[in-house]
């Protein structure tokens, strides 16, 4: 079937310290990925997106994913994480189409001070 | 400024009432989408649309109706048919199949969602 995995449901970083959120998906092909941020009681943010190309993506607030096909993975890091981070990811896939877009359970990020 | 504006942002139900939240969108998108997200489930698609005055249903249409008479606005119903409609809603729109020139679109714009509680 196909699906989008976060296998961490809440993760806790200290400020400062390197983050890494979990995502791995599985459909035929490598689909067209993105990582959404989500504050309390508001909608999603895009905060970067792979279609194809370079396998490492860039994205705002200092974000980058990289797309390892090999392990079906999409994994969001940021090298120094700060307290305005802490927030909801969502992980999300659509197909070639764009008809739909599958979206994984969420991370929750905490950050210590 | 271009968004997507949702309304009411609370709103509260009786048992067996329907209630309609509306969805409007001034960024010339051709596609519109409805999600619902509860606490762990992540979103579920609950329908698009593609194109006005066509719509398909998502992954968890029961009980929610909808309409595409505008392109601006999509309108979602929860009818009295949904067993559980308490929830946060979302809806969102996307440039649509017929703007992928440039590998800059085709991401979901979201407004800042619904909640809807059934008392």
């Known amino acids: 079937a196909q699906s989008v995995t976060q296998p961490d449901i809440h993760i806790t970083v200290s400020e400062g310290a390197s983050l890494e959120l979990r995502c791995n998906y599985s459909?035929?092909?490598?689909?067209?990925l993105f990582w959404y941020v989500q504050s309390p009681g508001q909608g999603l943010q895009l905060l970067l997106k792979?279609?194809?190309?370079?396998?490492l993506v860039q994205g705002i607030k200092g974000f980058e994913a990289e797309v390892k096909r090999s392990q079906s993975s999409f994994n969001l890091r940021k090298p120094s994480v700060h307290w305005s981070d802490a927030a909801e990811y969502f992980c999300?896939?659509?197909?070639?189409?764009?008809?739909?877009?599958?979206f994984g359970s969420g991370t929750k990020l905490n950050v210590k001070p | 400024d271009g968004g997507i504006t949702q309304s009411p942002k609370y709103l509260f139900r009786k048992e067996g009432q329907n209630v309609t939240l509306s969805c409007e969108q001034n960024?010339?998108?051709?596609?519109m989408y409805w999600y619902r997200q509860d606490p762990g489930q992540g979103l579920r698609l609950i329908y698009y649309?593609?194109?006005?005055?066509?719509?398909q249903k998502g992954d968890i249409a029961e009980g929610y109706s909808v309409s595409r008479e505008k392109k601006e606005s999509f309108p979602l119903t929860v009818t009295s048919a949904q067993k559980n409609p308490t929830a946060f809603y979302l809806c969102?729109?996307?440039?649509?199949?017929?703007?992928?020139?440039?590998?800059?679109?085709?991401?979901?714009?979201f407004g800042e969602g619904s909640r809807l509680t059934v008392l």
């Open positions: 969102a729109s996307s440039p649509g199949q017929g703007r992928l020139a440039g590998m800059n679109t085709g991401e979901l714009f």
């Open positions: 999300a896939v659509a197909l070639y189409n764009f008809n739909k877009f599958y």
């Open positions: 792979y279609f194809s190309g370079d396998t």
């Open positions: 649309s593609q194109i006005v005055n066509d719509f």
């Open positions: 459909y035929g092909a490598t689909p067209y």
């Open positions: 960024l010339n998108h051709d596609a």
